[in-house]
Each structure stands twice: as structure tokens, then as C-alpha cells.
């Protein structure tokens, strides 16, 4: 075998692991089962979200908080599940939208077990939260605690405020939430959704419930959304998480790649309805291997923003 063939074999191995599935590439790889039944119930949370981990009640409550009705710079389309139907914000529901996954159907777990994965790659937008508020909100989402807690895409580099504890970091800026299946029969999300639309997302590939939850602003301009996505996160920050508003508050967010392409459009999930199952190739490249086909979990409905990942033992303060 020349140098070359070599090289490029050598290069190729790793794209074994991450061809087809709907698992996001920082989990561990699971074997594809044939049974028909769903394995993984997948949470997508795209925008900035306030993700609060109570270990306290062993839940996950998923914010955003709402802004002033007359702030249009701070204003949400929101959407679950369909994101061609965003609920623009003159016609949304002002006690809000909430939303809650109750833990049957879902795998238990040893307790010596059962703290949540989080990956590394948000330790600069996670903290111990001991005071926390559950403002009035756009979005609620209550949730079970996850097996895992990952994420997709290319993080965001920012700079933090005078007052905070360093002077750069990468902001995820989505949160996807896993957890395993034990009877699909039995798992449903509830919700106050005048439309009763509370199903799981038609964009999923075989053996996989996902439910996905989005928020953008109303904005479209690149600039403007920057502007909003700096705004917004330091809001965020201080209506739930007030005591670390100056610890972590931003005053930059790098433009997105996706924010920079023109013209602006909503596709969240890279997923079709035609998406075949996952497909299992040989591990030895060869000059006859036909070229990765990589998934992503998601693409950004607002890509320019990410939340925030506190986790507490106490419950919300008045």
C-alpha cells in the first residue's frame, strides 16, 4: 500500500463512528436495534434557554423568561416541533407555554448513577446556582433529569463583561437532553398549548421519541441579532439567575456562521421524513468507500444565542 492509501486510512477510522443515528457525536455510540421500538427519547432545546438542574426534586426546568410586551429588541418567536410555524409573538399565549415530561416509560437508573452527563464544552455557561427565580415566562419546560446533556454544532466565541470571572469563553448554543426508554408506549409530553399539538416531532429517525423546543428573535438582520442575542442572555441571566448576572454577564457574541449566510432561514433539524435508519460501513477505507454521510442533531432556529446550565438544590426563590 503506498504512503497515501496509508495516511488516508488512517484519517478515515474515526468516521466509522459517526455515520447515520440520531445520537449527537459527543455520546457514546449505541448499537442500532431492529425491533422497531423507539430506545432514546431525545429533548432539543435551540436558543437561550435557562436550564436549571434542581437536585433538590431530581427535575430539569427549562426558562425563557419573558420580556417587556413593548421591548421589541427582546421579542421570541417560539416554536415546538414544526419549525415551519413559528408563534410570533402579537399572537402568543400570555400566560405563556408550558410544557412537562412525567418519568414513566423512561429507564430508570441506579441513584450511584443517575447524576447527568454534562459536557465539557459548556463549563463556561454552567454554575452552582444556590438563589434562583422562576420568572414569568415565554417558555416552561419541566423535565425529568437526563442520562446526558450534550450539544451540536460549532460553539460561539464571546467576551464577558468588566465584572465577570474571565475575560473569553465558547458558548454552546443549543442543549440537547437524552434519556432512555423503557416503555414508549407510556412516555407523553403535556402541555397548556391551546392546539393540544403535544405529539413528538415527525422529523425523527427510527428508534428515537425527540420533542424539539426553539426560540429567535423576531430580528433577521445579522448585526441586529447580535445586538439581541448580547441583550437577551444578559436578561436571561439576570431574571433567573440574578446573584450571577456579573460573574457571567457577556458583552460580545460572535456572529454565527449561519447568522453570516444570507438570506436568513429556519431549519432545525437536519432530519426529513424520508431519513433512512442508520448505515453500517466497513471500518477499512478503501478507494471504493463512498463518502461520510454526516448527521447533524440539529441546525439553529437561533444559532447566534445559547443559554445557560445551573444546576441548585434548592427551590426557586420569590
Known sequence: MKRRDILKAIGILPMASILGGCRDHHSEPVPPKADGKAHTVQVLLEGAFAVVLRKDIQRLTAIVPK?????????????????GSPKDPAKQDPKGYHFELG?????????????SYVNPGFND??????????PESLVTINLPLPRSINFTGRPLRVKFGPNALKPAGLMPTNHILEYGVDDA?????????????????????????????????IKDAPEERQKHA?????????????DLRQKYGVAEI???DDAAQPPYSTRPTAFDKTEASAMLVPAVWSPA??????VRVASMVDCQSGGFLGSTHTPPTP
Open 67 to 83: 420580556p417587556d410586551p413593548k421591548d421589541e429588541t427582546l421579542a421570541h418567536y417560539f416554536y415546538f416541533n414544526d419549525p
Open 103 to 115: 418519568e414513566e416509560g423512561l429507564r430508570k437508573y441506579p441513584k450511584a448513577e443517575y447524576d
Open 125 to 134: 455557561f454552567t454554575a452552582e446556582a444556590e438563589k434562583w427565580k422562576l
Open 185 to 217: 408506549e407510556k412516555i407523553g409530553m403535556k402541555c397548556s398549548d391551546g392546539e393540544g399539538n403535544c405529539a413528538k416531532s415527525p422529523l425523527c429517525p427510527p428508534g428515537v421519541i425527540r420533542f424539539y423546543f426553539g426560540v429567535r428573535p
Open 230 to 242: 448580547v441583550a437577551f442572555f444578559n436578561f436571561m441571566l439576570e431574571r433567573v439567575f440574578p
Open 254 to 256: 460572535e456572529l454565527s
Open 289 to 294: 468507500t463512498p463518502r461520510a454521510r454526516l
